[in-house]
């Protein structure tokens, strides 16, 4: 079964051919819709993401809803949101994409081509966006890492931002992404950039 680069490095008619009715080739599944569909082997099931998903995963999920969204509308839509339970990683979501409508290859599954095509190029769909959620879940890590220390000190409101705006500028390897989740510093850091920033130490801490 081809991945999604597979997919990508493929010509539209060869990506709809292997597409169509992969669903199919799934072990150990059983997709409902397929009773209430006429034209059920036209039809492909992508996951985008799933309960586990780091950041990257994430940001192009929401980039493919974004522009499979539009097809989603209508009594006879080509494409439906998929979530389906999974053993390992609680749940994948994802969508089902109709590949063909009267033997022409529909609108829908065109665009998701050209997402796939455009990830075996480069495997993140939106930069800004991406970089976006490595910033947010990197402050979130901060207020996290900082949760024996945050008793230790004097921390005015949104005092994580401040933390982050330090660090990215004199010890951004302390901020680097790890396993796609963000940065995540260690307790020295934290405490040096602390010190720099004048943040006051309890008397009694």
């Known amino acids: 079964m081809a991945t999604a680069t597979q997919l990508g490095d493929m010509t539209l008619e060869e990506a709809a051919e292997e597409s169509a009715g992969n669903w199919k080739r799934f072990q150990c599944f059983i997709w409902w819709r397929e ?4 034209d059920a082997d036209q039809w492909t099931i992508h996951y985008t993401h799933n309960r586990d998903s780091g950041l990257l995963d994430q940001s192009n999920a929401a980039q493919i809803n974004k522009a499979l969204r539009p097809f989603t509308e209508g009594d006879d839509a080509d494409v439906m949101e998929e979530s389906h339970t999974h053993w390992a990683v609680g749940h994948v979501d994802g969508f089902s994409i109709r590949v063909y409508r009267n033997n022409e290859i529909t609108d829908a599954f065109r665009t ?11 495997p993140i769909l939106n930069e800004e966006d991406f970089s976006n959620r490595e910033y947010e879940a990197t402050v979130e890590n901060i207020v996290s890492a900082a949760w024996r220390l945050k008793n230790e000190y ?8 401040e933390v982050y705006s330090w660090l ?19 307790e020295e850091a934290l405490r040096r950039c602390f010190t720099a920033l004048g943040f006051k130490q309890v008397e009694d801490a």
């Open 35 to 38: 009773q209430e569909m006429e």
């Open 112 to 122: 998701f081509h050209r997402l796939m095509e455009s990830l075996a190029c480069y």
């Open 154 to 161: 004097e921390l005015k409101d949104d005092w994580q931002y």
């Open 168 to 186: 990215s500028d004199h010890e951004c390897s302390a901020i680097e992404s790890r396993s796609d989740q963000g940065g995540y510093p260690s």
